[in-house]
């Protein structure tokens, strides 16, 4: 509408966007429009695995996790939501001496911070997940309290929340032009005309690189497509299954209902099955009732792109988690809300600055699927 206003826009309504609209809420910040192009949640939040762990080689993911994970266990409770949040825990598979090592020395690290994560034998693995073959396996990674939800869920809860105080949210309207002075954000150009603002934040997942553009600035975002498909049916496994990852492959599965969710990072499903049966046999048996895909936001070095622009100012972003985006979404939308009220942020994420690629400091994630 012409004449709008808002304190601050939101670009972009997955879990990480709705996330910030609930934590700017959470701050007093109500004067808030969030714009979805589609639907809440339609994007990659929609089409994620729902995983949720803290089992990472950077210390400051495994710290974002520790935020997140506290709110999802607490996410019913606290905002009203139930997400079906279930601790069946994360089981990676290592195949390689390396990659043990790497595994080994990260379990270390996240010990020191109160992760429960620990090594398994062979033995133990099979324990946990029976139908799993061992063959060519090296070791093993296993937490407990790592787990996974419902994304669309964890969203509809945000975003209810977020409204009841006050917060706009706009479905079906697409950002086309953020007109700058100086250095100054004017306002949001919609397709439901100008909102003004001086202040956007841009959740927009892979389309991030698209709104960032808008206001001249580059986020090394690209998309890799990954596909994920369902089995109405697995028997003999046992009722509770940790989300299981072949690691060296990325296959990975987890119970959904009676049956089995699975991916990989190969574009045909027949691919997947080839990496999938040579780890979980029993899947050559099993039906596929439905596939979809979505998008991995990739960054260059597979880790987050979060802070605030310095031309034009008080233009702030959130993206490239290489898949991981869903499972941060707490910790991050916080982040973001801090920044936004120049409250100083909970977790120091100014190695995550965009600005870092410029300044040849690449912060590597080993463990990504």
């Given at each position: 509408?012409?004449?709008?206003?808002?304190?601050?826009?939101?670009?972009?309504?997955g879990?990480?966007?709705?996330?910030?609209?609930?934590?700017?809420?959470?701050?007093?910040?109500?004067?808030?429009?969030?714009?979805?192009?589609?639907t809440l949640?339609?994007?990659?939040?929609?089409?994620?695995?729902?995983?949720?762990?803290?089992?990472?080689?950077?210390?400051?993911?495994?710290?974002?996790?520790?935020?997140?994970?506290?709110?999802f266990r607490?996410?019913?409770?606290?905002?009203?939501?139930?997400?079906?949040f279930?601790?069946?825990?994360?089981?990676?598979?290592?195949?390689?001496?390396?990659?043990?090592?790497?595994?080994?020395?990260?379990?270390?690290?996240?010990?020191?911070?109160?992760?429960?994560?620990?090594?398994?034998?062979?033995?133990?693995?099979?324990?946990?997940?029976?139908?799993?073959?061992?063959?060519?396996?090296r070791?093993?990674?296993?937490?407990?309290?790592?787990?996974?939800?419902?994304?669309?869920?964890v969203?509809?809860?945000?975003?209810?929340?977020?409204?009841?105080?006050?917060?706009?949210?706009?479905?079906?309207?697409?950002?086309?032009?953020?007109?700058?002075?100086?250095?100054?954000?004017?306002?949001?150009?919609?397709?439901?005309?100008?909102?003004?603002?001086?202040?956007?934040?841009?959740?927009?997942?892979?389309?991030?690189?698209?709104?960032?553009?808008l206001?001249g600035?580059?986020?090394p975002?690209?998309?890799?497509?990954?596909?994920?498909?369902?089995?109405p049916?697995?028997?003999?496994?046992?009722?509770?299954?940790?989300?299981?990852?072949?690691?060296?492959?990325?296959?990975?599965?987890?119970?959904?209902?009676?049956?089995?969710?699975?991916?990989?990072?190969?574009?045909?499903?027949?691919?997947?099955?080839?990496q999938?049966?040579?780890?979980?046999?029993?899947?050559?048996?099993?039906?596929?009732?439905?596939?979809?895909?979505?998008?991995?936001?990739?960054?260059?070095?597979?880790?987050?792109?979060?802070?605030e622009?310095?031309?034009?100012?008080?233009?702030l972003?959130?993206?490239?988690?290489?898949?991981?985006?869903?499972?941060?979404?707490?910790?991050?939308?916080?982040?973001?809300?801090?920044?936004?009220?120049?409250?100083?942020?909970?977790?120091?994420?100014?190695?995550?600055?965009?600005?870092?690629?410029?300044?040849?400091?690449?912060?590597?994630?080993?463990?990504?699927i």
């Amino acid at each position: 509408m012409p004449g709008d206003s808002a304190q601050v826009v939101i670009v972009g309504g997955g879990a990480m966007g709705t996330s910030t609209a609930y934590h700017l809420a959470q701050l007093g910040v109500t004067d808030v429009v969030l714009c979805e192009r589609e639907t809440l949640g339609s994007g990659s939040t929609s089409k994620s695995a729902g995983g949720i762990r803290a089992q990472f080689a950077d210390e400051i993911n495994i710290r974002i996790a520790l935020i997140s994970l506290l709110e999802f266990r607490n996410f019913e409770q606290k905002i009203g939501t139930a997400i079906d949040f279930r601790e069946t825990g994360y089981l990676f598979l290592l195949d390689s001496d390396d990659d043990v090592g790497r595994f080994r020395a990260a379990v270390r690290l996240q010990g020191s911070l109160g992760v429960l994560s620990t090594e398994l034998t062979l033995d133990e693995v099979l324990e946990l997940v029976p139908q799993v073959s061992t063959e060519g396996l090296r070791g093993a990674t296993y937490c407990p309290r790592d787990g996974f939800a419902t994304p669309e869920a964890v969203v509809r809860g945000y975003a209810a929340a977020a409204a009841e105080k006050g917060v706009r949210i706009k479905q079906g309207v697409d950002v086309t032009r953020i007109p700058v002075l100086g250095n100054k954000i004017l306002g949001v150009d919609t397709t439901e005309g100008r909102i003004k603002t001086d202040t956007v934040v841009c959740t927009a997942g892979v389309w991030s690189k698209d709104v960032a553009a808008l206001v001249g600035m580059n986020l090394p975002v690209e998309g890799e497509v990954r596909w994920m498909h369902y089995t109405p049916e697995a028997p003999g496994l046992p009722d509770v299954v940790p989300l299981t990852v072949d690691f060296s492959t990325g296959f990975y599965f987890h119970r959904e209902g009676p049956g089995l969710v699975f991916g990989g990072r190969e574009p045909t499903i027949e691919g997947v099955a080839t990496q999938g049966t040579r780890r979980l046999p029993m899947l050559e048996e099993l039906p596929i009732q439905s596939s979809w895909w979505g998008y991995y936001e990739m960054s260059p070095d597979h880790n987050a792109i979060v802070g605030e622009a310095t031309e034009p100012s008080r233009f702030l972003y959130a993206t490239g988690f290489s898949g991981h985006g869903f499972q941060q979404s707490p910790a991050i939308g916080e982040h973001l809300a801090e920044r936004v009220i120049g409250a100083r942020p909970t977790l120091d994420l100014s190695a995550f600055s965009a600005s870092r690629f410029e300044q040849g400091e690449a912060r590597e994630e080993a463990f990504v699927i």
